[in-house]
């Protein structure tokens, strides 16, 4: 069966400090990668998706970044966090058409930045 | 361009009584739509989806859902509610572009 994990599931960072938030899925090939970020009492805005190693697509102009270096793996970097970086950090995967498949979320990583 | 309205950010109810969480989007295409649930500090997990099939879908954990073309709605219903429903619900667009736009959320609350 798939799972995904995702870690670390708390963290607390300085401003200006770096960002790494890691995202690993098993029991599937070629996934489509999601990253979404909730910040509260908000919804979900998508930060970045990938349909392969390497393709990167951005959805919202901002100082974070993301990976994929392999085929199961997405990460989520900054190299200075800002204090509106606060919020939880959700990463999906879906394989399949969007208007067929669903996507399956990871527990999410809840980021403070103070 | 695609959007999605979630017309209550809260909604309360007791324990037993119908739910009814509303949802009416905006597409260029023929949608597909999905209710996801999240409870407190958790990722987010399928309720129930329309892709073009029958208009009435059934999801789990007793939920249903109606889209109707004519009013661009997609409420999320329930006959009766229990403790273990008190979480956020997110009402969800899709279309053909690979892209999905999510709703503001409506988090609901059951009171015993």
């Known amino acids: 069966s798939q799972t995904i994990h995702q870690w670390p599931a708390t963290l607390v960072q300085p401003v200006g400090s770096p960002l790494s938030l890691e995202c690993t899925v098993e029991?599937?090939?070629?996934?489509?990668l999601y990253w979404y970020r909730q910040a509260a009492g908000r919804g979900l805005q998508l930060l970045f998706y990938s349909v392969g190693i390497g393709q990167i697509s951005s959805e919202v102009p901002q100082n974070l970044s993301a990976s994929r270096p392999q085929d199961r793996q997405f990460i989520l970097s900054s190299k200075k966090l800002l204090l509106s970086d606060s919020g939880f950090y959700l990463c999906?995967?879906?394989?399949?058409?969007?208007?067929?498949?669903?996507?399956?979320f990871g527990e999410g990583s809840r980021l403070t930045v103070l | 361009a695609q959007s999605v309205t979630q017309l209550d950010s809260h909604v309360s109810v007791s324990e037993g009584t119908p739910v009814l969480l509303r949802c009416n989007y905006s597409?260029?295409?023929?949608?597909?739509l999905f209710w996801y649930v999240q409870h407190p500090n958790k990722g987010l997990q399928l309720l129930l989806k329309?892709?073009?099939?029958?208009?009435l879908v059934k999801g789990i954990n007793g939920f249903e859902a109606e889209f109707k073309k004519s009013e661009t709605s997609f409420h999320l219903t329930k006959p009766s509610a229990h403790m273990s429903d008190a979480a956020e619900y997110f009402c969800?667009?899709?279309?053909?572009?690979?892209?999905?736009?999510f709703g503001g959320g409506t988090r609901l609350m059951v009171k015993p």
């Open positions: 329309y892709t073009s099939a029958a208009t």
């Open positions: 999906a995967w879906r394989v399949g058409a969007v208007n067929t498949g669903e996507l399956f």
């Open positions: 969800v667009v899709g279309n053909a572009g690979n892209m999905l736009t």
């Open positions: 029991g599937t090939s070629n996934p489509n």
């Open positions: 597409s260029s295409y023929s949608p597909s």
